[in-house]
């Protein structure tokens, strides 16, 4: 069920430098903004961010109460910023999710596709059926509100006028996939080539597409790691990531790695395409498959299962 949420205003304070940026060539305060995963991590700091930039915000996610929250903090700044609760991962709310928003607003300036789901699990433990909820999550969600969004701003776009901007948050794992990350890394690695694609189609018709890679960033999805292997290292605030979308979409930047000029991600994007094999020992080094693991889907196979723990044909 579709909900939409209008409520009072209430203190909150959340620091960014949104509506700073040297630069910028968009006016946010007439624009509406959909963000979706906006409940936790990037996603409601940059639904935030945007309407203390001045736009009007539809936030949205499944849970209703963190979105209320979300909403009320964007209302501080804009008083007609709303949110809608519901599933991405359902084709028929993402589409409707931005007609309902063109219906009560009259237009879509701004896209952010943010909503993702972990899954850092061993290939050999994930059902195919998890799989594919991880990538209608993370990545047609991301194709179902673009393609619902696009025609909207090719009207809006028609004279040479601003037509609108579809964000799209990727994860640097799509370009180093670390042991037990094969299937979220395929979903953002998907994100990054549909976007890729979408600066050549779009060319001239006034909409304009950018795509945010962030690195580790610190949200609740560390929270849900229990591999020791997993990545412990520096953790950089998600308000970092939400002022680069912001500038992103003022100064129509294509693609921006977040935090930028790291040294870690700059050498790892640069072995990654010229020396790929040594990036790939590296991580096995780093965070091997332990021989426990493949003898046990070793004989899951021998007894007739499929992949995932338990899985009968």
């Known amino acids: 069920m579709l909900k939409l949420g209008l409520l009072e205003s209430r203190s909150e304070h959340w620091h960014g430098t949104a509506g700073g940026h040297d630069g910028e060539a968009m ?6 903004a959909v963000v979706t995963g906006a409940s936790s991590g990037i996603g ?5 961010t945007l309407a203390q930039a001045g736009a ?3 936030a949205t996610a499944r849970r209703e109460s963190l979105l209320q929250e979300v909403s009320t903090a964007c209302r501080q700044h804009t008083p007609d910023s709303c949110h809608i609760s519901g599933d991405l991962g359902d084709k028929a709310f993402a589409q409707h999710l931005v007609d309902e928003t063109v219906e009560r607003y009259g237009r879509i300036d701004i896209l952010v596709n943010n909503a993702a789901v972990p899954m850092h699990r061993s290939l050999y433990e994930i059902a195919v059926d998890e799989a594919e909820e991880v990538m209608r999550i993370n990545f047609l969600s991301c194709l179902w509100t673009s393609f ?3 025609p909207h701003m090719l009207l809006q776009g028609e004279g040479g006028e601003e037509g609108g901007v579809i964000v799209n948050v990727s994860s640097f794992v799509a370009t180093v996939a670390p042991t037990h990350e094969t299937i979220y890394a395929a979903s953002k ?3 990054n ?4 694609g ?3 189609d779009l060319a001239g018709s006034g909409v304009h597409c950018v795509l945010v890679i962030p690195g580790p960033i610190d949200t ?10 997993a990545y412990s290292g520096k953790l950089y605030p998600p308000q970092m990531v939400a002022d680069e979308i912001v500038a992103a979409i003022g100064k129509r930047r294509f693609e921006v790695t977040v935090p930028r000029r790291n040294p870690s991600l700059v050498t790892a994007r640069v072995l990654a395409t010229l020396v790929p094999s040594l990036i790939r020992k590296g991580v096995a080094r780093m965070n091997p498959v332990s021989k426990k693991l493949v003898d046990d889907a070793r004989d899951r196979a021998k007894a007739g299962q499929r992949m995932g723990l338990g899985k009968k044909p």
């Open 27 to 32: 006016d946010f305060r007439q624009k509406i």
């Open 44 to 48: 409601r700091v940059t639904a935030i």
């Open 56 to 58: 009007t915000v539809i």
């Open 148 to 150: 619902a969004a696009i």
């Open 189 to 191: 690695g998907a994100m």
């Open 193 to 196: 080539s549909f976007s890729r």
């Open 198 to 200: 979408l600066w050549n």
């Open 220 to 229: 609740p999805i560390w929270d849900k790691f229990e591999d020791d292997n």
